[in-house]
């Protein structure tokens, strides 16, 4: 295989099924996603991950699971207490991404991208089964 085909096969394997923002999922079966203010991509495999949607606005004032469990996640016990205490923006939408193994990939965006959110938590979720 040359480079041309070489290029080819990974053109093929890496386009996008979904995105928002900084979020994607690839034909490969892989989820990426960048860090606000970062430059290193993250890759996780998609299969068996659940997409979640919830507007800030039916919210209110409850702790959820995804929170606590996002706040587990990136700084265990301690973070769980501060990501069940965090409150959600009104004004915003939120995906929550879960992994097989637990982690949890949380994005946000305006309560006006709603359709698009929507969309993009069908497509993972269709890409994931």
């Keep these: 295989m040359g480079l041309k085909e070489a290029w080819a096969a990974q053109k093929a394997r890496s386009q996008i099924v979904a ?4 979020h ?27 997409a979640e949607y919830e507007p800030g606005s039916a919210v209110g004032g409850r702790t959820t699971l995804t929170r606590v469990a996002a706040g ?10 501060v990501g069940g205490m965090f409150k959600k923006d009104m004004s ?3 995906v929550a991404v879960t ?3 637990g982690a949890v990939v949380a994005l946000e965006g305006p309560l ?5 959110m929507r969309a993009f938590v069908e497509k993972v979720n269709a890409a994931a089964a």
């Design 112 to 116: 006006r991208d709603e359709p698009k």
């Design 19 to 22: 995105r928002y923002g900084l």
């Design 72 to 81: 587990a996640v990136i700084a265990g016990p301690v973070g769980a207490i």
């Design 92 to 94: 915003k939408g939120y």
């Design 99 to 101: 992994f097989p193994d």
């Design 24 to 50: 994607s999922v690839t034909q490969d079966g892989n989820y990426r996603w960048m860090e606000p203010g970062s430059f290193k991509q993250n890759v996780r495999p998609v299969a068996g991950a659940v």
